[in-house]
């Protein structure tokens, strides 16, 4: 007898929220499941949608947990930055011989008004940035220990929730989600008389009033560069994304 369809959805970005409840709509008969890593205290999860939190334990964990919750196929909806777990979830469905695509947003793209500096990584972010330069690195908080090594900077840190641990170099802390209205982004920069941004080419609407207000402020903007995309089908929109999940059941 045919396996019942039962897609894992790896979440942790706004889109794949929007996923699971469009799935969870127009077809309530596949069984779903949202995952996320458990990075922020209160995600805001979509309603109706069974969800689980937490790591699976690298790439065994995650093929074991495929196969013992019978998992028929996996759409990696993460950020496109979370080249740790992208990578995983391609092994893990290898190796259990599931299914699985890649949902990834598109990039911002510059404009003519835009001071972008792109480069490959956080320690380039952190050099290209000049001496008592006052950034703001719009970075997570796994991702701020490079900045240590620059003790002429006097950083402004956004992080969703307060960190557990004392930041490991001087910094002024802003807790809470981005603004999506430029002025207040604008605001924001201003209040704290910040030099330059420092952020991700994440794409997408939630971050986007950040890298418009910098560009109203004419403030360089230091962009980390995107990792490779994945290997397997890539889907860049929800419309596709939602066409593959129901197909591939
Ligand atoms: P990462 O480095 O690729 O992942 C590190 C580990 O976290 C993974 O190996 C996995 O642990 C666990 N993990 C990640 N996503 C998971 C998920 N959806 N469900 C269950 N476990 C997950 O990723 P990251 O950059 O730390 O990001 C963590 C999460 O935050 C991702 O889900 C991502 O979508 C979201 N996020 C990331 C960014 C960013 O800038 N990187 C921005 C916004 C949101 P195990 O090995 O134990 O399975």
Known sequence: MAQAPFTLLLGGTAEASVLARRLRTTRPDIQLLLSLAGRTKAPALPEGVETRIGGFGGVDGLVLFIRERGVTRLLDATHPYAVGMSRNAGEATRLAGIPRATFLRAPWETVDRDRWQEVACLRTARDALPSGARPFLALGSQHIAPFRHRPDLRPVLRQVDAPAEPLPFAAT?????????????????????ITHLVCRNSGGARGYAKIAAARKMRMPVILIRRPPEPDGPILRDLDAALSWLISSS
């Not at 802390?173 to 207040?184: R, Y």
């Open 173 to 193: 802390l802003v807790t809470g989600k981005p603004s999506e209205d430029i002025a207040e982004e604008a605001a924001l920069f201003r209040e704290h008389g």
